[in-house]
């Protein structure tokens, strides 16, 4: 397991953009060895499923409802992981989480039960 930090939300009207970062906060902990995600989760709702970056490959993965709007990267030399998030809509209003899974690849990112490390989360507000 690793403990992780969001940075980034905030309070912006439609159509805007905000980059999302998050990191481990022990100094030596790395996240290169992890599959990575996105997700969001709004009050009285299922945590949904944002995006994700697969272990080794690299290869993203995007919810539908965010695809060709966001975009997952990560830099494994700074062991950070970020979102960024452009045409923002009232309906990504959320709490965003960072996750990590080892040992996870392909549709099993798409499982929340398969990530074993999460942050406390970043508000993200957007007004219509």
């Known amino acids: 397991q690793v403990t992780l930090v969001e940075s980034g939300g905030g309070l912006v009207e439609t159509g805007a953009s905000l980059r999302l970062s998050c990191a481990a906060a022990?100094?030596?902990?790395?996240?290169?060895?992890?599959?990575m995600a996105w997700w969001r989760q709004v009050p009285g709702k299922e945590r949904e499923f944002v995006s994700a970056?697969?272990?080794?490959?690299?290869?993203?993965y995007y919810a539908t409802s965010v695809k060709g709007r966001f975009s997952i990267s990560r830099d494994n030399a700074k062991s950070t992981l970020h979102l960024e998030m452009n045409d923002l809509r009232p309906e990504d209003t959320a709490v965003y989480l960072c996750a990590a899974a080892a040992s996870t690849w392909g549709s099993e990112l798409y499982k929340a039960s398969n990530y074993n490390s999460w942050g406390q989360g970043t508000q993200v507000t957007v007004s219509s």
């Open positions: 970056v697969e272990y080794l490959s690299e290869r993203p």
């Open positions: 022990a100094s030596g902990d790395t996240l290169r060895d992890f599959s």
